[in-house]
C-alpha cells in the first residue's frame, strides 16, 4: 500500500507561483512513477505533468509546459510540483497519484494510488 499526502495548495494572485509537494508512505515509493492531475469545478480530471521512477525523464501537458515543473526526491518519499505564472484557468484541486511500475503516464486509469487532492485557487 501507498499513501499520498498532498501539501502546498492555496490562495494565489495571477501570475504568482506555488510548490505542491506529495509525500509518499511506503519503502517502494522510488521505484513508481509519478503523476499530477487536476481537475476544476465541472470538468474532468486532466493530466498535468509526470515523473518517471528515477526522475530522468518528466512529462508535461502541452498547454503547461514551461510554466510547470515536476521533480522527485526520492530520499525524502516526496514528489514536488512548482508552479509559475499561474492564471485563473488553473484553478483546481490537484492531486498526486502514484503508478506501480518504472514509467510514467498521462492516462489516470494508470494510477493505482491518489492523494487526497489540494485546493490551488488563482484569482485575476
Known amino acids: 500500500q501507498v499513501q499520498l499526502v498532498e501539501s502546498g495548495g492555496g490562495l494565489v494572485q495571477a501570475g504568482g507561483s506555488l510548490r505542491l509537494s506529495c509525500a509518499a508512505s511506503?519503502?517502494?515509493?522510488?521505484?513508481?512513477?509519478m503523476g499530477w492531475f487536476r481537475q476544476a469545478p465541472g470538468k474532468e480530471r486532466e493530466f498535468v505533468a509526470a515523473i518517471n521512477w528515477s526522475g530522468t525523464n518528466t512529462y508535461y501537458a502541452d498547454s503547461l509546459r514551461g510554466r510547470f515543473t515536476i521533480s522527485r526526491a526520492s530520499a525524502q518519499n516526496t514528489v514536488y510540483l512548482q508552479m509559475n505564472s499561474l492564471e485563473p484557468e488553473d484553478t483546481a484541486v490537484y492531486y498526486c497519484?502514484?503508478?506501480?511500475?518504472?514509467?510514467?503516464?498521462?492516462?489516470?486509469?494508470?494510477?493505482?494510488?491518489w492523494g487526497q487532492g489540494t485546493q490551488v485557487t488563482v484569482s485575476s
Open positions: 511506503g519503502r517502494t515509493f522510488s521505484s513508481y512513477a
Open positions: 497519484a502514484a503508478r506501480t511500475t518504472y514509467y510514467a503516464s498521462r492516462y489516470s486509469h494508470e494510477y493505482a494510488y
